[in-house]
């Protein structure tokens, strides 16, 4: 095996001599590479005196790659005199795309004609990138972009890039922080009165139009309407209300008209109008409109809370709260009931919503000793006597009077009545329940009802029976009280006019036997004046100004009504009765025979008798 084979050990002297005189040639290179980083001390001295005059070199404070090093004696005195051009750069040199920075981005060509300086906009042609003076010096915290940190040199998008970096609300910050400190520093000479204006205009506009999304939030919230769509870009399709309002106020606004302006020509990142922005200014609103209610019910000091459960369409069981007192801010005292949010509950026992409670007033800094009065439905948890919240709140209050939900009571008394206890209301709300589904369920049905019905004044049309709410029974019965007649030759025709015969017979039953019958005319006429009645109640139960002692004596008045109607109306239902009778079988008169009639008239009193005898 040949020598040449065998790899050397050991370096060789043409080797070693020509790795000496490549480091040598390096070492050449190099010499003065550091001047461009430090600067001799007399030139710094000149800037500032009071610097250490034992130092030899000191960096160079205007050169953007040591900006992030700074003492902060150093950033006064770049406060002060600014970044440094050298003018002599017309343009940078040409990059692998034969683009370069040029002078003329140093100004910006306002939208009147006018040329404005970017005095904040540094070139270092030492690193061929463009700097923001201003940003990477001022900024607080963290540094977005490019100009502000390692700088830029994509020459093609320049222009655009400060476009949208000048308008941003993080430069518009920095530059204003910089203003003012060289204001303060510069004690006998005022700042750019030209780019300071600019600023103002620019902090102007941007709080006109936040003015104005306030506005649009507030107008979408306080209406009940839903504020995005399916997609959150302007001028899209099913964009949302809080979109579709910006636009409209961009027609006729001239702040809005700008701002969309920016947006749509891609000169701006920032535009407030997305869904964190929209949100964030819901709760702004709620929290101010919760934190006035606080402070009414601070004024009043003393407060009853009122609570109902219901779970929402997610399935989680949420607790309203509603805070009833005093309020006597706006000149005249009054009683006022607030809303003030709904609290999520995971467990529905007494103690666990006890614990809900008594944790969201601590939050609302509300004392549970100021509480006067507690109410809540009919619900076990709520109103239980030894493991309710009534009882909880009690053991921590004594002062915190129970009361029941008059109204609730009411309504599961009467709906209890109608449903359980006595079944010949059952049976006749059945009835009324029958004859609305007979025309719900078919357009046709329904079209051959409004026809029937199109000449009777009453205008009123059948409603579907609530299994909850008992004044909503008022509108089911009221309905076929006054058109008992029309509505029953609407399920005639229904009956002749269907080719189905379960459906064909079902009408003819309810018009012939149940609309038909001596019991459910009775019936109608009585139901619809205890309705009536109770509605009456209820409703004003329910207003924002009754008074306990109001509801006492309504809730007299209806039992009082009661026992009359008991003892007296029940012939005036009778005679009713009889004209119903008469309207429905009103094509049977022309078979009467008169004469019958009449001597049944004289037959039934004693100077009748006499007379036409």
Not at 304 to 328: F, G, K
Not at 359 to 375: A, S, T, Y
Not at 591 to 599: A, G, T
Request: proline share 2%; with cysteine.
């Amino acid at each position: 095996m040949s020598s040449t084979n065998h790899s050397r050990k050991f370096e060789s002297g043409s080797q070693k001599r020509k790795k000496k005189q490549r480091i040598e040639k390096l070492v050449q290179s190099q010499q003065g590479a550091m001047d461009r980083f430090i600067t001799k001390q007399s030139q710094v001295e000149e800037l500032n005196p009071s610097l250490n005059a034992g130092d030899s070199f000191l960096p160079d404070i205007f050169y953007p790659r040591y900006w992030d090093s700074l003492d902060s004696k150093q950033v006064d005195i770049l406060a002060q005199k600014g970044p440094k051009r050298d003018l002599s750069i017309q343009k940078g040199p040409k990059d692998k795309f034969s683009r370069r920075f040029s002078s003329l981005f140093y100004n910006r060509i306002l939208s009147n004609g006018e040329s404005y300086d970017r005095d904040w906009l540094v070139y270092s042609k030492k690193l061929d990138r463009a700097f923001c003076f201003s940003c990477k010096l001022f900024t607080k915290g963290h540094r977005k972009g490019q100009l502000a940190n390692e700088g830029y040199n994509d020459w093609a998008h320049l222009g655009k890039r400060l476009k949208e970096h000048e308008t941003g609300a993080d430069h518009v910050s920095s530059m204003i922080t910089w203003y003012e400190l060289r204001n303060r520093l510069q004690t006998d000479q005022t700042i750019d009165k030209a780019a300071q204006r600019q600023l103002e205009k620019e902090k102007d506009h941007w709080r006109k139009v936040l003015f104005r999304i306030v506005g649009i939030v507030k107008f979408i919230a306080k209406h009940n309407l839903a504020f995005r769509g399916s997609n959150s870009k302007l001028y899209d399709d099913s964009n949302g209300n809080f979109l579709g309002l910006v636009e409209m106020l961009a027609e006729f606004d001239p702040v809005i008209q700008e701002h969309v302006r920016r947006i749509t020509n891609e000169e701006t990142q920032v535009h407030y109008l997305g869904p964190r922005i929209q949100n964030e200014l819901i709760n702004l609103l709620a929290s101010a409109i919760k934190s006035e209610i606080i402070k009414k019910i601070k004024s009043a000091k003393y407060f009853s809370a009122i609570l109902d459960c219901t779970p929402d369409a997610s399935h989680q069981e949420q607790m309203s709260l509603i805070i009833r007192y005093v309020d006597s801010s706006s000149g005249h005292v009054r009683v006022e009931e607030s809303f003030l949010g709904f609290l999520d509950v995971n467990d529905t026992t007494g103690q666990a919503l006890f614990d809900v409670l008594e944790n969201e007033l601590k939050i609302l800094d509300l004392d549970i000793d100021d509480m006067r009065g507690q109410g809540y439905d009919n619900w076990s948890n709520m109103k239980g006597k030894h493991q309710g919240v009534q009882r909880k709140l009690l053991d921590v209050n004594p002062r915190d009077f129970y009361s029941a939900c008059g109204f609730h009571s009411l309504n599961l008394t009467l709906c209890d009545m109608a449903t359980k206890t006595c079944g010949k209301a059952k049976d006749f709300f059945g009835i009324i329940q029958r004859i609305y589904t007979t025309f719900a369920n078919s357009t046709k049905k329904w079209y051959i009802l409004k026809y029937i019905l199109k000449d009777n004044i009453s205008g009123l049309t059948l409603k579907s029976v609530s299994a909850t709410r008992w004044e909503s029974r008022i509108d089911s019965v009221k309905a076929i009280r006054f058109q008992c007649a029309d509505i029953r030759e609407a399920l005639l025709h229904v009956s002749d006019t269907d080719n189905d015969p379960g459906k064909s017979s079902e009408a003819k039953g309810l018009a012939n036997n149940e609309l038909g019958q001596y019991e459910f005319i009775v019936a109608i006429v009585i139901w619809y004046e205890v309705v009536y009645a109770v509605n009456l109640v209820s409703k004003q139960m329910q207003a924002k100004d009754m008074l306990i002692d109001v509801v006492i004596e309504k809730v007299q008045g209806l039992i009082s009504f009661f026992e009359g109607y008991r003892e007296t109306s029940f012939l005036e239902a009778l005679e009713l009765n009889d004209l119903a009778i008469i309207a429905l079988e009103g094509e049977m008169l022309e078979k009467i025979d008169y004469e019958r009639i009449i001597e049944d008239f004289i037959s039934k009193n004693t100077k009748r008798m006499m007379l036409f005898k």
